[in-house]
């Protein structure tokens, strides 16, 4: 089992930036694939990105392609998505997740940190 915390949200102007943080505990977080989904209010939860155990494979959403990147930290056991030329329509709660392999649903991800609310206003 594997714990997680995120940080890193706020309010923040449109294109601005923001680095967000997923810390991990627990059972090794280098065995796990990460990934940060969001949601927005009325909405269902969307997949972000997603990095595998080593960082070789990552897969981003279309909506967030050149503008925000997943990396992660298997020493520190924490990953990071960094979000720049922030949007309105980025505004949503933040979550990270930790499962076996890369991918886009949320039911292929066992575990959950509780999210951290970014906001970005126009």
């Known amino acids: 089992q594997v714990q997680l915390v995120e940080s890193g949200g706020g309010l923040v102007q449109a294109g601005g930036s923001l680095r967000l943080s997923c810390a991990a505990a627990g059972r090794a977080f280098s065995t796990y694939a990460m990934a940060w989904f969001r949601q927005a209010p009325g909405k269902e939860r969307e997949f972000v990105a997603a990095i595998s155990t080593t960082g070789g494979r990552i897969s981003y959403a279309d909506s967030v392609k050149g503008r925000f990147t997943i990396s992660r930290d298997n020493a ?20 990270c997740a930790a499962g076996t392999f890369v991918r886009v649903g949320p039911d292929e991800y066992k575990y959950w940190g509780q999210g951290t609310q970014v906001t970005v206003s126009s």
């Open 76 to 95: 520190k056991n924490t990953m990071y998505l960094q979000t720049n030329s922030l949007k309105p329509e980025d505004t949503a709660v933040y979550y």
